[in-house]
């Protein structure tokens, strides 16, 4: 292979490169846009129209990267469920517990909560009021699947009662994403050891309420 020709390929590959990089940043901008107008006007409201304008794109460069705005809310919710269930699936519930007994904070929670701080604003716009009302069920799914149903079966065997398994299930799973939905409402300003500790607290305190009961016996 000649210079001249090693010249054209290469320069093919950097204009190749640049132009991914391109759609990339296009495509995280009309995110970026449609999340914003989600949380203005309601995902009801929300027309490829407006997206493209506020990106500052046509709506042929919209149609590049998504079918629809349908298309552009369960992209979003993909990576965010993705990364959720990746890191949830890091936690070992004995080692979990090990480190919150002797008051340390245990690494793989710890992602938890930076996830949470990472998405904290799109998070807060899918579960508001104006966003998606499945999403808070994508992520109870996930809750249980990958972390809730482990601590049930090392912690309270309930085998012999699918019914109690069920509800405990749904109890300790919508408590949960009731912390973080509480959290993110006011994000602004607070750390990932914020969050953490709030955790902590709670986990705490439904640990001696537990002991306390048991005493009662």
């Known amino acids: 292979m000649n210079t001249?020709?090693?010249?054209?390929?290469?320069?093919?590959?950097?204009?190749?490169e640049i132009?991914?990089?391109?759609?990339?940043?296009?495509?995280?901008?009309?995110?970026?846009?449609?999340l914003e107008l989600v949380e203005e006007q309601g995902f009801q409201n929300v027309t490829v129209k407006k997206i493209a304008e506020c990106a500052g794109?046509?709506?042929?460069?919209?149609?590049?990267h998504f079918i629809d705005k349908f298309d552009v809310m369960e992209q979003i919710q993909a990576e965010l469920l993705n990364d959720l269930h990746d890191?949830?699936?890091?936690?070992?519930?004995?080692?979990?517990?090990?480190?919150?007994?002797?008051?340390?904070?245990?690494?793989?929670?710890i992602a938890i909560?930076?996830?949470?701080?990472e998405h904290a604003h799109a998070l807060k716009v899918i579960l508001g009021d104006q966003g998606d009302p499945s999403f808070a069920k994508k992520i109870k799914q996930i809750f249980g699947e990958t972390l809730i149903?482990?601590?049930?079966?090392?912690?309270?065997?309930?085998?012999?009662?699918?019914?109690?398994?069920?509800?405990?299930?749904?109890?300790?799973?919508?408590a949960m994403l009731g912390v973080i939905q509480e959290w993110i409402n006011e994000y602004e300003d607070k750390?990932?050891?914020?969050?953490?500790?709030?955790?902590?607290?709670?986990?705490?305190?439904?640990s001696k309420?537990?002991?306390?009961l048991a005493n009662q016996k």
């Open 4 to 16: 001249f020709t090693e010249t054209v390929k290469s320069r093919g590959v950097e204009m190749a």
């Open 19 to 34: 132009h991914e990089q391109m759609a990339q940043r296009t495509k995280l901008e009309i995110k970026k846009v449609f």
């Open 57 to 64: 794109i046509n709506r042929g460069t919209f149609y590049l």
């Open 87 to 109: 890191r949830f699936e890091r936690i070992t519930p004995t080692e979990a517990f090990k480190a919150i007994h002797d008051g340390q904070f245990y690494p793989p929670l």
């Open 113 to 117: 909560y930076q996830f949470v701080l």
């Open 149 to 174: 149903e482990q601590f049930i079966a090392i912690y309270h065997p309930t085998d012999n009662d699918a019914e109690f398994r069920k509800y405990l299930l749904a109890f300790m799973t919508s």
């Open 191 to 206: 750390t990932v050891e914020d969050l953490a500790k709030i955790h902590y607290q709670l986990l705490g305190f439904i």
């Open 209 to 212: 309420l537990g002991g306390f």
